[in-house]
């Protein structure tokens, strides 16, 4: 199995991001054609010519962005030598262990290269193969978007200007006539025209966070990876930690534009500064999730949690409205249940169940209210309980005889 095997590749257009995008890109591409001035000259034919360009080149990248994808690293992947596997992290989903720069996606569940992020957009990940096409198609849909701004823009303010002129020649002055005649044309000039306020102004935001990443040869997991480095050595006044991928900005561009310099290693294997190894920031990892699985805490399910994104009707209002901001499951669990927590909030909890001998269907990782669930030892016990829990019999014996001795004592005195 190749790096880029994937035996649903056209089924992934069947999805509702590929198709929103498609029909919004339709929709303004055909309307802006339509509302195109009539004028016969070479500077309005070589603009509908350069418009058009760019909605093939826009529609060309966002294509390879899904049919080449963004490198799946095969399941149950090893290294080559043995004695590297302790250096890397193990994927239970996928039953093989992590190459550097490597990151499970629990929506395509696969382990993938130099993960970015997950867009639905595209319903896929941008990675390490596909990266390029993505921000060429962030690129071409802006400026053609941009283009069909200006086109209506300008065919809106002539219609409106000649609107009285032709409502005199056509419908005897009368304005609303002439106006309701070409309602439906309007409606989708007007629609439009805000479709393309909202596309320039999020593809324009998410063209800068994509150019800012690459000049510094960071993805956007590791950007959250290498703060909690920096975070954690600060704390224990350890030495800083430098991040092995940023080559300086020309390099960097050649790790994403270059095709050669590109896939040089394989997606596996990456350039790195002095000073750094492959497995720097792998190492780093480790330790992170070594100290988290320190501050991991053990709860116990203790009321019914429906795993409902708005669970108005089962926590009330209170606990919807603080709802985390963020795309994380929510776990249904049922009374004993044990969960790991690692995060906490005031109304939520985020953590793993513990799965037993069940067969339940749904996310075993993710969010859920902090009321449905208590905290418990290692016994099993309630800390509040084990905090208030009363002595055994032989310790009480023991305090009360040492307690008569002490009043012998101070009688003594």
């Known amino acids: 199995m190749t790096y880029h095997d994937d035996p649903y590749e056209l089924g992934l257009f069947w999805h509702w991001g590929p198709i929103v995008t498609l029909i919004l890109s339709a929709t303004v591409t055909l309307t802006t054609w339509k509302w195109w001035p009539p004028e016969q000259s070479l500077f309005w034919s070589a603009h509908f010519a350069l418009y058009m360009l760019l909605n093939v080149l826009s529609l060309y990248n966002f294509v390879k962005a899904v049919l080449v994808g963004p490198g799946l690293l095969p399941r149950g992947w090893h290294p080559v030598n043995p004695k590297e596997a302790k250096y890397m992290q193990y994927c239970k989903k996928c039953e093989g262990y992590k190459a550097p720069r490597v990151h499970h996606c629990r929506r395509c569940d696969r382990c993938v290269m130099k993960m970015d992020h997950h867009c639905p957009w595209i319903n896929r990940c941008v990675g390490w193969s596909n990266q390029m096409y993505f921000v060429f198609f962030l690129f071409f849909y802006l400026m053609s978007n941009l283009h069909a701004f200006c086109v209506l823009t300008i065919s809106g303010y002539q219609f409106f200007l000649d609107s009285t002129e032709m409502a005199r020649r056509h419908h005897n002055g009368n304005l609303e006539r002439y106006l309701r005649q070409h309602f439906f044309s309007i409606f989708m000039a007007i629609m439009s025209f805000g479709l393309t306020i909202g596309i320039v102004l999020c593809m324009l935001k998410l063209l800068v966070i994509q150019i800012g990443a690459i000049l510094k040869n960071i993805t956007d997991v590791e ?189 003594d005195l």
């Not at 430098?242 to 050649?254: D, H, I, T």
């Not at 896939?263 to 070594?290: D, M, S, W």
């Not at 016994?379 to 208030?388: E, H, L, R, S, V």
Request: charged share 30%.
């Open 223 to 411: 950007q959250w990876i290498v703060e909690k480095a920096r975070a954690r050595r600060y704390k224990k006044n350890m030495k800083p930690f430098v991040f092995p991928y940023n080559l300086g900005w020309k390099l960097n561009l050649a790790e994403v534009f270059n095709i050669e310099r590109q896939h040089r290693g394989h997606g596996i294997e990456f350039p790195v500064v002095k000073g750094c190894n492959q497995y720097t920031l792998t190492l780093e990892q480790l330790a992170q999730k070594a100290e988290k699985r320190n501050r991991t805490r053990t709860y116990k399910c203790i009321l019914p949690a429906t795993g409902s994104w708005l669970p108005i009707w089962s926590q009330g209002l209170r606990v919807t409205f603080d709802s985390p901001l963020t795309d994380d499951p929510r776990i249904k669990l049922e009374p004993n249940d044990l969960i790991r927590v690692t995060r906490k909030r005031k109304h939520w909890l985020f953590g793993e169940r513990v799965v037993g001998d069940d067969s339940r269907k749904g996310a075993i990782r993710g969010w859920f209210p902090r009321r449905c669930a208590v905290e418990v030892n290692d016994n099993g016990d309630t800390i509040a309980n084990a905090a208030a829990k009363p002595e055994a019999p032989n310790e009480s014996k023991h305090r009360v005889g040492k307690s008569k001795k002490s009043d012998k004592t101070n009688k």
